[in-house]
């Protein structure tokens, strides 16, 4: 099975910005909840985002008003705009080819740093 691939990440300075990008098989964009996740040192993996195949989102209540997710279907490519970035924004962020519930359930990429420094 062909694992995501996210880029994008880096250093920033709080209130800065990012533009996260993940590639996801083809043969599976169009149908499934896509989602972005994240992991802070020390801590567990969390829900950042999801997108459905019709564009309907949900964001965690941390990143809300701040990030956006969205899909380029015909590109096969899921993006994670993150504006307002804060300190504790800093993780690695992955992406999940298969959302259910909420839940990840399909296959994970290397992940992408992004670091905000106060």
């Known amino acids: 099975q062909v694992q995501p691939v996210e880029s994008g990440g880096g250093l920033v300075q709080a209130g800065g910005s990012l533009r996260l990008s993940c590639t996801v098989a083809?043969?599976?964009?169009?149908?499934?909840?896509l989602g972005w996740y994240r992991q802070a040192p020390g801590k567990q993996r969390e829900l950042v985002a999801t997108?459905?195949?019709?564009?309907?989102?949900r964001y965690a209540d941390s990143v809300k008003g701040r990030f956006a997710i969205s899909r380029d279907n015909g590109a096969n490519t899921l993006y994670l705009r993150m504006n307002s970035l804060k300190p504790e924004d800093t993780a690695v962020y992955y992406c999940?080819?298969?959302?259910?519930?909420?839940?990840?359930?399909?296959?994970w990429g290397q992940g992408t740093q992004v670091t905000v420094s106060a």
């Open positions: 999940n080819d298969r959302v259910i519930g909420g839940l990840p359930a399909g296959s």
């Open positions: 083809g043969s599976i964009f169009s149908i499934n909840r």
């Open positions: 997108v459905t195949s019709d564009g309907s989102t």
